[in-house]
């Protein structure tokens, strides 16, 4: 079982396993709304300042083009332990200040830790989920939905691990995102790496597995919020929720050590015919022999012209082959990308980090802000899964476009943007579940259609690129818009009372007047990324009609040519012959 146990630890799947550990703890942004609110009474902030801070937090999350060039040239290790020293030195920074352990800094040093605890996540995403995808190439739109929808399911999975810790402590809670992601990251370091490709027929079962045992964690995480939103739990039910959620995380290394056990004992089988076969022997050819027939059998290589780096860039192969960084960069379809997202996403983005006001403008209690929060938390997981699968499945099945499922998520997130703004009394529970699935199941198709049109050799810092859009949409929809007509509605009551606001006072807005206009011009964002996204429909429904997986299906397969090689010495080598 010695041998076992190091196959299973260098093998694939358990690399998978470990991506999926660490994106269940890496996906911290997604808590900001629940310690938002100890941000903005602690320093003294205003919404519009508060909004400015959380624009810097989806900067630096979707902000990973350094992390994606250092990826190209380093192993994923070095990759994710930059992003877990990050996380821990930019959120305890933060934690510092927000318990008064240090003077309170200045806003652009706020800004700047978050920044940095944000951006970890690029770093940790690029080593983890990018060596992922390459690893599965055949597989990318479901790895891709499992590694990104546990991002999406990790905020409701710390909301428990914190409570049970920390009991309702939110300004704990950031101490919390500080250390245990980089302890988790750290932990798996040497396992997070590139491998060699060999097909196996039951791969999509195994991540059928794998999506049953997430679909049973977020349908506890779910019932547990229901009820904790009902019910006050004391501290042993919150223990006894957060070792449920880890048992359950924790199972998914079943289904991986029962792969990996299988192929095992297969590789042990041809081990003796490998060995101990003595009816063949092998003839060795003289050098000076092979030397002469292989000069006179290969061919001289016709000298090659060089091409610099900036001839082709407007003239990019065919999608699906692989681009340059930047023939991708310069190209049509990658600017609607970033259009498409700097709306789509920016929009449902600002959705997620104005909750717990939002909740708090109409009169929300607090403890459903926290269900608001978890809520999108996991219906983000679903949305990033589900779309992952079923994204799959009608593109082998039916031919049905990957861009034209985005235009269908956004439109839905138009839907989302109108209950917020519309006020509908308990509107916002459901228009949290919209907003939830839309922006998880945008990031999935997003980073699967980056590299679909582009190719995986640039792939690490491609979809860093395309990552770009979500917060300059933020900063515009987020920042100028929401926080600006939000802070502008709090004085007209201010006004409206005969009052001022004082020095340090903090600016609060009541009622359906406060995110009504910001909505409304959000789900206009919304609608003109739909349109934006038809395009990209038009420009790539021949690529595809075709079979977009063609190309690896069609390379040798290196574990399958050495199985052959073991049955059969003479099928490929002429230098082995009968005695």
Same mark, same amino acid.
């Given at each position: 079982?010695?041998?076992?146990?190091?196959?299973?630890?260098?093998?694939?799947?358990?690399?998978?396993?470990? $991506?999926?550990?660490?994106?269940?703890?890496?996906?911290?942004?997604?808590?900001?709304?629940?310690?938002?609110?100890?941000?903005?009474?602690?320093?003294?902030?205003?919404?519009?300042?508060? !909004?400015?801070?959380?624009?810097?937090?989806?900067?630096?999350?979707?902000?990973?083009?350094?992390?994606?060039?250092?990826? #190209?040239?380093?192993?994923?290790?070095?990759?994710?332990?930059?992003?877990?020293?990050?996380?821990?030195?930019?959120?305890?920074?933060?934690?510092?200040?927000?318990?008064?352990?240090?003077?309170?800094?200045?806003?652009?040093?706020?800004?700047?830790?978050?920044?940095?605890?944000?951006?970890?996540?690029?770093?940790?995403?690029?080593?983890?989920?990018? *060596?992922?995808?390459?690893?599965?190439?055949?597989?990318?739109?479901?790895?891709?939905?499992?590694?990104?929808?546990?991002?999406?399911?990790?905020?409701?999975?710390?909301?428990?691990?914190?409570?049970?810790?920390?009991?309702?402590?939110?300004?704990?809670?950031?101490?919390?995102?500080?250390?245990?992601?980089?302890?988790?990251?750290?932990?798996?370091?040497?396992?997070?790496?590139?491998?060699?490709?060999?097909?196996?027929?039951?791969?999509?079962?195994?991540?059928?597995?794998?999506?049953?045992?997430?679909?049973?964690?977020?349908?506890?995480?779910?019932?547990?919020?229901?009820?904790?939103?009902?019910?006050?739990?004391?501290?042993?039910?919150?223990?006894?929720?957060?070792?449920?959620?880890?048992?359950?995380?924790?199972?998914?290394?079943?289904?991986?050590?029962?792969?990996?056990?299988?192929?095992?004992? +297969?590789?042990?089988?041809?081990?003796?015919?490998?060995?101990?076969?003595?009816?063949?022997?092998?003839?060795?050819?003289?050098?000076?022999?092979?030397?002469?027939? *292989?000069?006179?059998?290969?061919?001289?290589?016709?000298?090659?012209?060089?091409?610099?780096?900036?001839?082709?860039?407007?003239?990019?192969?065919?999608?699906? #082959?692989?681009?340059?960084?930047?023939?991708?960069?310069?190209?049509?379809?990658?600017?609607?990308?970033?259009?498409?997202?700097?709306?789509?996403?920016?929009?449902?983005? *600002?959705?997620?980090?104005?909750?717990?006001?939002?909740?708090?403008?109409?009169?929300?209690?607090?403890?459903?802000?926290?269900?608001?929060?978890?809520?999108?938390?996991?219906?983000?997981?679903?949305?990033?899964?589900?779309?992952?699968?079923? $994204?799959?499945?009608?593109?082998?099945?039916? +031919?049905?476009?990957?861009?034209?499922?985005?235009?269908?998520?956004?439109?839905?997130?138009?839907?989302?943007?109108?209950?917020?703004?519309?006020?509908?009394?308990?509107?916002?529970?459901?228009?949290?579940?919209?907003?939830?699935?839309?922006?998880?199941?945008?990031?999935?198709?997003?980073?699967?259609?980056?590299?679909?049109?582009?190719?995986?050799?640039?792939?690490? *810092?491609?979809?860093?690129?395309?990552?770009?859009?979500?917060?300059?949409?933020?900063?515009?929809?987020?920042?100028?818009?929401?926080?600006?007509?939000?802070?502008?509605?709090?004085?007209?009551?201010?006004?409206?009372?005969?009052?001022?606001?004082?020095?340090?006072?903090?600016?609060?807005?009541?009622?359906?007047?406060?995110?009504?206009?910001?909505?409304?011009?959000?789900?206009?964002? $919304?609608?003109?990324?739909?349109?934006?996204?038809?395009?990209?429909?038009?420009?790539?429904?021949?690529?595809? +009609?075709?079979?977009?997986?063609? +190309?690896?299906?069609?390379?040798? !397969?290196?574990?399958?040519?050495?199985? #052959?090689?073991?049955?059969?010495?003479?099928?490929?080598?002429?230098?082995?012959?009968?005695?």
């Amino acid at each position: 079982m010695t041998y076992f146990g190091l196959h299973l630890l260098t093998s694939r799947w358990f690399m998978l396993f470990a $991506s999926l550990l660490i994106m269940s703890v890496n996906g911290t942004s997604y808590l900001f709304g629940i310690y938002s609110n100890d941000l903005k009474t602690t320093l003294g902030y205003d919404q519009t300042t508060l !909004n400015t801070v959380g624009f810097f937090k989806d900067l630096g999350s979707s902000l990973g083009i350094i992390s994606g060039l250092i990826n #190209e040239v380093c192993p994923p290790w070095v990759v994710l332990a930059i992003g877990a020293s990050m996380n821990f030195c930019g959120y305890f920074m933060i934690w510092l200040a927000v318990t008064g352990r240090t003077d309170q800094p200045h806003l652009w040093l706020i800004c700047l830790y978050i920044f940095i605890g944000s951006d970890s996540q690029s770093f940790i995403h690029t080593g983890g989920l990018t *060596t992922a995808v390459k690893n599965f190439p055949e597989s990318r739109g479901v790895v891709l939905g499992l590694l990104k929808g546990y991002v999406g399911l990790s905020g409701a999975m710390m909301a428990q691990i914190y409570h049970a810790l920390h009991g309702n402590d939110t300004k704990a809670l950031i101490l919390l995102v500080a250390w245990l992601p980089a302890a988790v990251t750290f932990m798996f370091l040497p396992v997070i790496r590139l491998m060699k490709v060999t097909r196996q027929g039951n791969e999509l079962q195994v991540f059928y597995s794998l999506l049953y045992i997430s679909l049973c964690l977020a349908a506890f995480l779910m019932a547990i919020i229901i009820t904790q939103n009902r019910y006050l739990f004391n501290r042993i039910e919150y223990i006894a929720c957060a070792a449920v959620v880890l048992i359950l995380a924790f199972s998914q290394l079943l289904v991986v050590g029962k792969e990996d056990f299988s192929a095992w004992k +297969k590789s042990m089988s041809l081990m003796p015919s490998r060995t101990n076969n003595s009816s063949y022997k092998k003839v060795e050819m003289p050098a000076s022999e092979t030397s002469m027939s *292989t000069e006179a059998v290969a061919p001289t290589p016709a000298p090659k012209k060089r091409v610099g780096c900036l001839d082709n860039v407007f003239h990019p192969p065919g999608f699906g #082959e692989d681009y340059t960084i930047l023939q991708a960069l310069f190209s049509v379809d990658m600017l609607i990308i970033l259009l498409t997202t700097s709306c789509g996403i920016g929009g449902t983005l *600002t959705a997620v980090d104005n909750l717990g006001q939002i909740g708090k403008a109409l009169g929300y209690p607090s403890n459903s802000i926290t269900t608001f929060v978890s809520l999108v938390s996991i219906w983000n997981y679903l949305g990033r899964v589900s779309i992952g699968f079923s $994204s799959e499945f009608f593109l082998q099945k039916y +031919k049905f476009p990957r861009p034209l499922m985005l235009t269908l998520i956004l439109l839905l997130a138009c839907v989302g943007h109108l209950l917020i703004a519309f006020a509908v009394p308990n509107s916002l529970y459901l228009a949290s579940v919209i907003i939830g699935f839309c922006v998880g199941a945008q990031m999935t198709l997003l980073f699967t259609l980056i590299s679909e049109i582009f190719g995986l050799k640039y792939y690490s *810092t491609l979809f860093q690129f395309g990552a770009v859009g979500g917060p300059v949409g933020t900063y515009a929809l987020n920042v100028k818009v929401a926080g600006h007509l939000y802070d502008k509605e709090a004085r007209n009551q201010l006004a409206a009372k005969g009052l001022t606001r004082q020095a340090g006072e903090v600016l609060a807005c009541n009622g359906r007047e406060c995110y009504r206009r910001s909505f409304i011009i959000i789900a206009a964002a $919304s609608l003109f990324s739909c349109l934006l996204s038809l395009i990209l429909v038009y420009r790539t429904r021949e690529f595809y +009609k075709g079979d977009i997986y063609k +190309k690896f299906r069609e390379e040798p !397969n290196s574990a399958d040519t050495n199985t #052959e090689l073991a049955a059969n010495p003479t099928a490929t080598n002429p230098l082995v012959e009968l005695t």
